[in-house]
């Protein structure tokens, strides 16, 4: 069984950094765990790992599509399950970093896929009338566990978790919850947490940060490129809410605002999603003395 270390927590908490330092400790690979990261030309709002923060460590699943390309779950398992015989062919340690749980999960665990990802044409008209909040809601009321796994905006696989409770009489969580959950590697998971308020600061900061690097500019390059709020790329937190803005609706400071709220409710979804669903350690994270971090996770793993 192969040894994987995988780094997760919420948005903002340090997994970038750890995820080189435990690479160069360990003589490793990063392997990105975020379902955004994948697409060119979205690397200020995905937070993207810069050349100089990968510091030498090769780092896979970044830049891999096009913003016009969907692609789904199923494609990520089978990309990271290569990636992972890749590093371990060479002798090297695969580090899955990110926040994507449900793409980590369905790359580590016996994760099989029984439905197509396309919804189709009828299905998706049945629902229309209903905006996004809507149609999540409703699933709320069917099938509360795989809300709590799906984001209200992906609008896609919220109603495909509806079509599948309407189609079989089945919930979507439950067909999940009925396979055996065997992670297929010997996986390290070590996860990152800090107090809330001090998360919320950081995300605050980050979101002003990626103001001064030109967020908006990149995301008028890809609007203007044709890429509309319906793309799977631009429902990314960063990039959805710039369209209500380019269509005149709301001000460029209620763009960064909402970025920033939307940014913290999804770094408390993915607490709660990371302890459900993973044996996690944690680890608080110490800004300040961030090797101490390093060394203690280093330390659990070597015992």
Known sequence: MNKVLVV????????????????KHFNGEVISGD????????????????????????????????PFENYSVKDFQT???????????????????????LYIKAALYDYEFSETEDNHDEFRKKYSHLSDDGLYDYLKTIDPQSALELHPHNRQRVLRAIEIYE????????????QQHICLYDAYFIGLTMD???????????VDLMREEGLEKEVDQLYQSGLTREHQSMKAIGYKEWFDYFEGL???????????????????RQYTWFKNQFPVHWYDVCIECFDHTVQQVIEDIEE
Request: proline residues 2%; charged residues 30%.
């Open 196 to 206: 809330r308020t001090l998360l919320y600061q950081r995300i605050n900061q980050r």
């Open 79 to 101: 990309q990271v399950r290569k990636t992972i015989e890749d590093i371990v062919s060479r002798g090297k340690l695969p580090i899955i970093v990110g926040g994507t749980g």
């Open 250 to 268: 709301i001000s460029r400071e209620d763009v960064y605002e909402n970025i920033k709220k939307h940014s913290r409710q999804y770094a408390k």
């Open 167 to 178: 189609q079989t009489g089945k919930r979507k969580s439950d067909i999940v919850n009925s």
């Open 35 to 66: 379902s955004m990261q994948i697409y060119k030309g979205m690397d200020i709002g995905t937070a993207k790992v810069k050349e100089s923060e990968m510091e030498g460590i090769k780092h896979h699943c970044i830049d891999i599509l096009d």
């Open 8 to 23: 997760i927590g919420p948005t903002s908490v340090g997994k970038t950094k750890m995820g080189v330092a435990l690479a």
